[in-house]
């Protein structure tokens, strides 16, 4: 991968021909971003080859994860379902998917206190979420 996953962020082309510069604090990104890979550059002290190996384990398993919280959710069982969306939370932690772990965190919360139905709303928002931040992973791939 030859994107440059250090502190400031990896960069690509973006729609325009344009280069653009993904997920660093204090750099210009895109404005729709929902990823921060600073934790996972830090955590893999910047070796590019290891958070290519995260961010693929990531696009691998998280759709089935993600598709079993949805399951939990439509059967009503509350407390399986916040099981599942407390087990999501590391791995979307280290995509630095602060949308997407807040969403997790308050469907765990609101399913333990209120029940799986009362969640419905918060679990479709969290799949779009995701579906978004898969995306900005495939692209910091793709800029390899």
Request: aromatic fraction near 6%; hydrophobic fraction near 40%; proline fraction near 4%.
């Amino acid at each position: 991968m030859n994107a440059d996953l250090g502190s400031k962020g990896p960069t690509t082309s973006g729609p325009d021909g344009n280069k653009v510069t993904y997920f660093g604090p204090d750099t210009p990104h895109m404005s729709a971003s929902c990823i921060d890979l600073g934790y996972l550059t830090r955590f893999c002290k910047g070796d590019r080859v290891r958070m290519e190996r995260y961010i693929r384990m990531y696009l691998d398993s998280a759709p089935g994860s993600f598709d079993g919280l949805v399951e939990q959710a439509n059967a009503g069982d509350a407390e399986a379902l916040a099981a599942a969306a407390h087990s999501l939370r590391p791995q979307v932690n280290y995509m630095g998917a602060q949308a997407l772990l807040d969403a997790l965190t308050g469907i765990e919360q609101r399913a333990r206190e209120q029940g799986a139905t009362a969640c419905s709303e918060q679990v479709a928002h969290l799949m779009e979420l995701n579906r978004a931040v898969m995306a900005e992973l495939r692209a910091v791939l793709e800029a390899g």
